[in-house]
């Protein structure tokens, strides 16, 4: 099993030294879904919910909360970020999310785009909750991360 990196030989949290680690290109692509109502999928598909367009303020929400992972994740580093993206598609009783976050530094940008999925999920829901409190968000997961020590990674 592997030591986690987030607990000292005493067992209390703290932050990991990076400061010996590679500067490589790092990237990491998380996704997730939120289940909703015909009513609301149609409303956020046909840009006619009440509080306007769902799916840009979503993505800007994902990318904001990408860049700010540190300041709500505890023990995370603070990342300059290259990029950040959020795509969205439209499935069956829902949406998808998609978030790539891009960086050069010493530490990986999983956490960042697993934030930006969340939250632009949430931004979602708080968009069109007016539409159907029953939606659900779930399946959120890394899905690939490239770069660093440990090299490229894809969900199975």
């Known amino acids: 099993m592997n030591k986690l990196?987030?607990?000292?030989?005493?067992g209390a949290a703290h932050m990991v030294d990076v400061s010996g680690k590679s500067t490589t290109v790092r990237q990491a692509i998380a996704e997730g879904?939120?289940?909703m109502n015909t009513e609301a999928c149609a409303?956020?598909?046909?840009?006619?919910?009440?509080?306007?367009?769902?799916?840009?303020?979503a993505r800007v929400a994902g990318?904001?909360?990408?860049?700010?992972?540190?300041?709500?994740?505890?023990?995370?580093?603070?990342?300059?970020?290259?990029?950040v993206s959020v795509d969205f598609a439209f499935e069956e009783g829902g949406i998808r999310a998609t978030v790539t976050a891009?960086?050069?530094?010493?530490?990986?940008?999983?956490?960042?785009?697993?934030?930006?999925?969340?939250?632009?999920?949430?931004?979602i829901y708080d968009m069109v909750k007016a539409l159907d409190r029953s939606m659900l968000i779930g399946d959120i997961r890394?899905?690939?991360?490239?770069?660093?020590?440990?090299?490229?990674?894809?969900a199975p």
């Open 43 to 57: 409303a956020v598909r046909d840009a006619t919910a009440k509080k306007g367009d769902v799916l840009a303020v």
């Open 102 to 123: 891009r960086t050069t530094s010493s530490t990986g940008v999983e956490m960042e785009a697993l934030t930006g999925a969340s939250v632009a999920l949430l931004t």
């Open 5 to 10: 990196t987030h607990l000292d030989e005493t």
């Open 33 to 35: 879904r939120i289940s």
């Open 142 to 154: 890394l899905c690939a991360k490239s770069g660093g020590a440990s090299g490229d990674w894809t």
């Open 63 to 83: 990318i904001m909360a990408a860049k700010r992972t540190s300041d709500l994740i505890p023990l995370c580093h603070p990342l300059p970020l290259s990029q």
